[in-house]
């Protein structure tokens, strides 16, 4: 269970779950698409621990880096005066429940 | 009166969990002067020596709590450690947009800025107006690396060792990293 599915280099999707809580998974990253940077190793849910549930089994963590421009399209057009944001990143540490292959719909 | 209301919240919650054996209130105040006593000196330690010695750069990339933990024998706790590196061409911020982890154990308590929803909601949006707004101009055909902090990691930036800091040795060179270069929206000068 706690192997991780996914590797660095690996394109990735990140669901739009309706979860409620102590869910980590910013809005911003729902829907969009990155690649694995690094795998973080396993750690406790945190949606299970803030609710005193601390029996639950660690699931894999990863950083996922994304386009700029992908996640923000509007912030890139701000930013369409400033030089070189083509290439500008934002990596965002997600639990596995939340990521699946780019490939699937 | 927010603030009063959050503190009010606090010592309550405090109250209850000493009351329930939980917590004691020394082991509470043995944390907090933990907490008080880390400051942004102890990164500029770990940055310079990076600078100074190869190898220990390679380690600290690789697993920053135990590079640390080998130069500064501190108590980090659980602290994950993410370092990472401004090289030409790519220049690294530190953000956590869900409220304001921040690597304590190692820097001590963050600058207000860096938990006020204004820079957590906009150095995502427009990580180089952000910076612009700190004052730091990037070289032409530098990439923007931002990082959110939103879960177990925590991140200090490595920044480049200053032009003219050739002369200097690691204890000098430690004193030019400051908080704001290891968080990213500065980047270290002779002149700080």
Known sequence: MSAPCFHAGDRVRVLDLARTGHVRTPRYARGKCGVVERVCGVFGNPEELAYGRWNGAPIPLYRVRFRLADVFPSGAVEAGARDDSDHDTIDVELYESWLAPETTA | ?192
């Open chain 2, 1 to 192: 009166m927010i603030d009063r209301e959050y503190e009010a919240l606090e010592a309550a919650f405090r109250e209850a969990l000493a009351a329930r054996g939980i917590v004691t209130d020394a082991e509470i105040a043995e944390r907090v002067e933990v907490l008080y006593g880390r400051t942004p000196e102890l990164g500029g330690r770990v940055v310079a020596r990076a600078w100074f010695d190869p190898a220990y750069k390679t380690r600290l990339l690789a697993d920053g709590s135990a590079a640390v933990r080998e130069l500064l024998d501190l108590d980090i706790g659980t602290l994950k450690l993410v370092v990472v590196e401004n090289v030409p061409g790519v220049h690294n911020v530190i953000v956590c947009t869900l409220c304001s982890c921040y690597p304590r154990m190692l820097l001590g308590v963050p600058p207000d800025w860096y938990k006020s929803v204004t820079y957590r909601a906009r150095v995502v949006r427009d990580p180089r107006g952000v910076l612009e707004e700190f004052g730091l101009a990037l070289p032409p055909g530098t990439a923007v690396r931002v990082h959110d902090s939103t879960a177990d990691m925590r991140y200090i930036v490595l920044p480049a060792r200053p032009v003219g800091s050739e002369h200097l040795d690691e204890a000098a060179c430690a004193a030019l990293v400051t908080r704001d270069a290891m968080i990213g929206v500065a980047v270290p000068s002779l002149q700080s």
